[in-house]
């Protein structure tokens, strides 16, 4: 069972073994790394451009100090800031050229490979355990999910995933677009988080999605006698590159693994837990059911 050390070896197809480190580095947060490059580069602009901050907030739509933050890499700027920022200052598309990269920023350390694969797959196939799929969740949901992470994130923190896991669901209008599939276990879907208007609203919104002709959501029921994914939730990703890898996260600590064996293995799971869950119909009529009740 062999964990990946970063997106550009599965990419590549190198031989992995290592690992991905979850935990805190410097160059995850903001102030360091490619947050402070673009923050420098946006004060040179800006210094260039003979524009002083409250004049370029204007401009921009953002306060003084919201400058400051995003030019001291204290702050991840939104993609919104950077193509204003880009045309402000007359940039020629230096600034947005960093936008993925900045964007990346914003998702916690322990996701961000695995954002990057998911942008760019052609196929996932997603098993949920504890809460809403982060692509099937509306914006209310999100929202109630970090307020709820202990230790309690900063509000600027909570608002900045908020935006990166909307900026996911770009995936949905994506061309081509991947195949999806998503098996939600029942006990999820009765979990009220953030209430029952919210939840009422998530249930509508999976329900929705599931109707698109590229994606396929199926419930576990809890009433099943037999499950064959009882290890906890992964996700399998077909690669833009031809790989199939596959995510597993659990307390903030992630991994990527590329071993075939492995990969295989959950490959079974899933095959086994989607003959085992409702069918995409009648998950849809639980779905239906659900929101009559909440």
Known sequence: MEAVESVESVEQGEAEGTREDAGPRPEDEPGSGVVTAFGRQLKLLRVRAGLERPEFGKLT?????????????????PPRFIDRADEALDAGGVLKALKEEVGRAQYPA?????????????ALNV???????????TEDYARAVFQMQRPLLEDDVIEQRLEARMVRQSIFTRRPAPLMSFVIEEAVLRRQLGGLKTMRGTLEQILLTGQSRNV???VMPIGREDHAALGGPFTLI???????????EVQDDSRLYTDTSYVRTLEARYGILRSQALTPSESSALIEQLMGEA
């Open 61 to 77: 739509g953002y306060a003084a100090q919201s400058i400051a933050s995003f030019e001291q890499g204290r702050r991840i700027p």
């Open 110 to 122: 322990f996701f961000r490979d695995a954002a990057r694969l998911e942008a760019r797959a052609t």
């Open 127 to 137: 098993y949920a355990v504890y809460a809403v799929p982060g692509l099937l969740q």
């Open 216 to 218: 396929e959501v199926q």
């Open 238 to 248: 077909d690669t833009d590159k031809g790989h199939r890898i596959a995510y597993a």
